[in-house]
């Protein structure tokens, strides 16, 4: 039986366990060591700690604080990995814990942290998930069900003081350009709900005033948000510190790409069977910046697309020059209207392309001054035919069931 | 055997053959017209209308005049389209011609147009590829041999008034934000060298100083360079104009995502076999704005891939706000300075990440300040094991050979 | 958390769990009982009820009493279900028991059962294959490892008394034409090793005297020992008592296509989560037969494969009609003396054939007299480059390794 | 642009072709030679030498004498390629005839030839599939339309005088166990219909004499119908003869696993284009008795199907021994008897199961005494749903069409 060297106890506030941490900093100290070659468990909570409910009333997702947010299970550390060293992590299995059987997507509030169509759904709303196996389906968006393309929305090694440095000094550098936007461009280090795993004393003080917070996806990896870094996948990671310190958290069942709704995927308390190994100086060797990865060979197969186009110009009919947000920002909306045609809400339309294992192309990017980015939409997670015919739409939906919204107070 | 109703003789200029134009307008005359339901083959010069060699020399690159750009067959008139349908284009097949059995990759001076990664490789390169049966090679990158994913770069209908003068105004107003910028902003209307099909006289010289430029994609589809628009993918595009106006060109044997070198993907003359149909009132019906397409069941297969990330932060450490276009640059670099360690020089890598069958992904988008996004680089099309190991890359290649370039004059 | 209705403890033997059985018979308890729409975990032993051990000795598997399988959890009753309807099985996901996490992989001596290629392999061999999460690999057999398929081998309802007369005496008159056969044609009820679950005193014996044994698919599914009825498959399965009575056992990590080992695929103790539904008078509906299932979305993609074609003419030269069997072997034995080169010894090779996900294809079956069958192996399983080229094969393997051996006694 | 070496003109007789032959045998003539590195074309007939029409009367498919089949294009004469090489083709492309854009599909009558499922279906009966494109589609068969896998149904290098005895002598052999056999075992020599190419005269009757007939594969492949040999496939061939001796014939459009409808696929006339490499001695380096192949990397995607199983026992409830014929036999009649409930006719099903891309798997050979077969439905061919489902099927077919029949004379 392999060992479970973190253990996550749902009931217990994450806070207080000391195998979690919520910041990027070197001092935090290891949770546990292994040594190259060894697989093992760890166990996580979702990434709100526990925040978010599974009921039918969105007033947790407008409330929730963002300041508190990732709770990480780590740092682990590997015996020998030296910085300059490549990690490599194998994510042997991932699923979802025996007593959590589901998960939660939803978007904030514009006014605390909104999500990439905030503009369009300034509310906070949600949508719970259950787990049959497998799969997955939503009392609040009917009509589809789907297997789940489970990953870790955050995993990577601790940052050396240089880079730490680099990412605070970079960021609130940009923070500093229009300080009181809404929602913010970036999170400074934030002392107050900071949890540093085993620190105390002037050691947790430290680490809670320096480190940094862990929504980016920054040169260790992060918060990549990349739903391909599926179970099955294998991953080189940069070595920054002795030992790596390898923390990861954030499982998500499913997830579109640019998990646009930001609260987030479909967002659950799991674990991860990993197997660790590194490759000396492999950062010079291969030249690695970022971290690289080989996809999983064992993904869920959904073959049939149904593409939507988006181009770099505006809803008011501005242009802009070469925009591939702004390009699959029109690509979702074009794609959410489709789906009204249908009897899809909105807000159900942007929480499926948040949750469903849909594909965000990069398509065109130099054909000035428009940029094209593609959403691709798998036909086959619908339970009746979502496809253009000459009939025209069928409306299989009635509207009698939506997603929860809790307005702002 | 099936109707070809436009014909290129390569030995002709472009401008000369009247069923081939380089401007839209909703005045171009219609080259031909088909019924619904049926199908025909339109052939088609490269995007370039020849004025890129097969050779070793890359000076044709750096002196291409890009207002001649793109030379379209059609429009071909479709009988009983209106505006307001959707006109269904089903690609039955594509090929390049027998005459011309290869292909160009390239890059643009930053002086003329540039690419995606102009910073960097700022003078024109360009390399060759050889076509034998449905796969490709290059004289001047070796090591690589693949399938082609074979596909027009560009396909739509002919706007109606409103919508050209739409594009025109909205693209002049972002030239004007910053006029002498090189490469420029947008491309207003340039009459020297449009190419008006059979208009002539006032008509022609009305088309020719209103026609909205071909490089950027648009509402009505055109410049997508999506490279799974592929050979048996099925299209629906909105109609503006009585008879549709349909259009093609810029035939690609392969393309990358984002089509990054600009010149461009690998470029080809050759014919498509299409079919079309109507779908009536259909632009309301499904709530289109933009075309919309079902991929291709008969694709090339490169399932293992090397995947690079990227984030927005610049080459100076500068920190962007979730901009995914700086996100995909990095990713890209990532990948090129990887190739390196094989043997490849940038400018091949570069070459190479346009031209083969790459998938760009937008990963994450929401967790700011970082945009992340994911460049998937398939292993299969290498004649050698490009993955990473232990034992550290092998150079494949000793640099003998690398692309022809041409410095600016 | 998801009910388990039928527990196992690997430490108590199988004839003592009552909720087991190992003959088919329409008068066997049902086990437990649920309702159309439900989903609940069954655990299961082995096939054999853990009569291999993980261990380098092979001769339990030569001394194995194959008149005590399959050991079967169930049979499950489903309210409301009746002779004539289709019960459709969801196999939501499958895993191995957390304390046992291995597999075995063998083929049995000549004069006790034997494989598919019994008569150049007549002696038991066994391979052990650990689990690491979704991974399996053997110390028998270096140089491959690969993501499990995983399956129920057996599954499917109970008989009705017409269904199960035909059976026993259909075999019986196969048995009949050559009764001294080594191995025999098929097996006949035998009451001393049957378990009939909660049946006991007369009730136990009768079935015990009639029952089926489990080894052969037969119309109801069963045996079927099909690789792609795995995690995340739907089955129709055919009713014919009154509440169905779904059994199930034979857990694979892996197979390849035939199983040809026979003892069998990678063989394991597990669990399996399921959901049920029943289509009323399905079998008249849909003119079924014999089950029909949909493949499941999530399987391990393994798409490079070098094919074997073998044909129905035997080792010494002899002639036989449109012999798909004989063909197959013959594939089969070319795909081992290829691996050879590579440096496996015979044995290894045909229990990976048996072990991995090896696609048997009926490639031509009417060109008179040969009949046509390709063995596919998968590439990517190997650590190595298994592929012809023009420099010949590299031995990877010095036949230090080899699969244990025991010669009959 | 690529040599054609072999032309052929539909309008002339095949046995007046010079770069024609119908049968195996070391001393045909070289139609022609190539290098090694070398690509080129061949145009081939169909496999009947145009013997079925494009028209609605079955007669010609009952009354073709298949002493005269099949017309292949070659020999290709390898320069340096000398007996125990592999001769390396690689399949660059493949395609239909312009003139020609359609192919047939039928069965013989049980008085002349038969199918796998004569039988059921004695009287001879054909289906006439248009070409659009890379898609095919049935005015005999309503309701269907797939892209093409396109594959030659046969090729091969010549055998040397020795092989060539061999297989004449085990053919006799079974001949002689049954000679009166309709249909029979198996097909002698026969001089009166040979084509022996350039050879005339007493080389012309040797030829004639002593030649083994083309339908069934043997050792150097030959007629394997492997549908999977499609275009992008790369093939080792054993080496008998000097120079090889490579032809080529029997293109299909599509095919299902089996071939089980015999006249046969989607037969049409059309060309290859091909490459050839050898490796030197390969036929000892690898142990290569047969063929071997690495599928291509550009096939049609139908990734959903509906999967029928068949286990060996007979109509009459007759048991046989691991049978692997009679369960695809059964297999196919339980896939015919579904698509009957949706309005096909048997003998449309039947079609059906040879034409479309369906696959044949060898699911089980071991488990006493039942072999279990399974034919693999994809359901993405159909315009309709095909899936089962609670409400039962539909009739989308009316029953006015069906495929002309010609009874026996």
Redesign the interface.
């Known amino acids: 039986?392999?060992d479970t060297l973190i253990k996550v106890d749902l009931n217990q506030p994450a806070p207080e366990n000391e195998q979690i941490h919520n910041r990027w900093h070197p001092d935090i100290p290891m949770a546990c060591w292994v040594k190259p070659g060894d697989?093992f468990i760890l166990e996580t909570y979702d990434w709100t700690g526990g925040a978010i409910k599974n009921d039918d009333d969105a007033s947790d997702v407008r409330d929730v604080d963002l300041s508190t947010v990732h709770y990480l299970s780590g740092p682990v550390g590997v015996q020998g990995a030296e910085p300059g060293d490549?990690l490599v992590v194998e994510?042997?299995?991932i699923g979802a814990k025996?007593?959590s059987?589901w998960g939660f997507n939803g978007f904030f509030s514009k006014n605390n942290g909104g999500?990439?169509l905030t503009d369009y759904f300034p509310d906070a709303q949600k949508s719970i998930w259950d787990f049959?196996?497998?799969?997955t389906k939503s009392r609040h968006i009917p009509g589809v069900r789907?297997?789940g393309l489970i990953h870790p929305g955050l995993i990577g090694c601790l940052p050396d003081p240089k880079l730490l440095s680099?990412w605070n000094e970079?960021?609130q550098?940009?923070i500093d350009t229009n300080p009181t936007r809404v929602?913010?461009?970036?999170?400074p280090p934030f002392a107050a709900t900071a949890h540093a795993g085993k620190a105390s004393g002037t050691l947790r003080d430290k680490i809670a005033a320096e480190g940094a917070r862990t929504?980016?996806?920054?040169?260790h990896?992060g918060?990549?948000?990349?739903?391909?870094l599926s179970?099955?996948s294998k991953i080189?990671f940069p070595v920054y510190v002795d030992g790596a310190g390898l923390s990861v958290g954030d499982l998500h069942f499913s997830q579109g790409?640019?998990?646009?709704?930001?609260c987030g995927a479909i967002e659950m308390a799991g674990w991860v069977?990993m197997?660790v190994?590194v490759?000396?100086?492999?950062m010079a060797?291969?030249?690695?910046?970022?971290?690289?990865?080989?996809?999983?060979?064992?993904?869920?197969?959904?073959?049939?697309?149904?593409?939507?186009?988006?181009?770099s110009?505006d809803d008011n009919?501005?242009?802009?020059?070469?925009?591939?947000?702004l390009a699959?920002q029109?690509?979702c909306l074009?794609a959410i209207?489709?789906l009204?045609?249908f009897g899809y809400s909105g807000a159900q339309g942007y929480s499926l392309l948040g949750s469903a294992p849909v594909?965000?192309?990069?398509?065109?990017?130099?054909?000035?001054?428009?940029?094209?980015?593609?959403l691709w939409l798998p036909t086959?997670i619908f339970e009746f035919?979502i496809?253009?015919?000459?009939a025209?739409?069928t409306r299989f939906l009635d509207g009698s069931i939506n997603m929860p919204i809790a307005y702002d107070k």
Chains 1, 2, 3, 4 share one sequence.
């Open positions: 039986m392999t697989d490549l994510l042997l299995d025996q007593d059987l999500g990439f049959e196996g497998m799969f789907f297997a680099a970079r960021e550098a940009l929602p913010p461009l970036a999170n929504v980016p996806p920054r040169e990896g918060n990549c948000d990349i739903k391909d179970r099955g080189f790409d640019g998990e646009i709704t930001f069977h197997k190994e490759i000396k100086g492999g060797k291969y030249g690695i910046k970022n971290p690289i990865f080989k996809p999983s060979p064992i993904v869920p197969t959904y073959n049939n697309y149904l593409i939507f186009e988006g181009i110009v009919g501005k242009q802009a020059y070469l925009d591939v947000n699959y029109q690509a074009n209207e489709y009204k045609k594909q965000g192309h990069i398509s065109g990017v130099v054909d000035i001054p428009n940029a094209c980015a593609t086959d035919d496809n253009p015919s000459a025209g739409p």
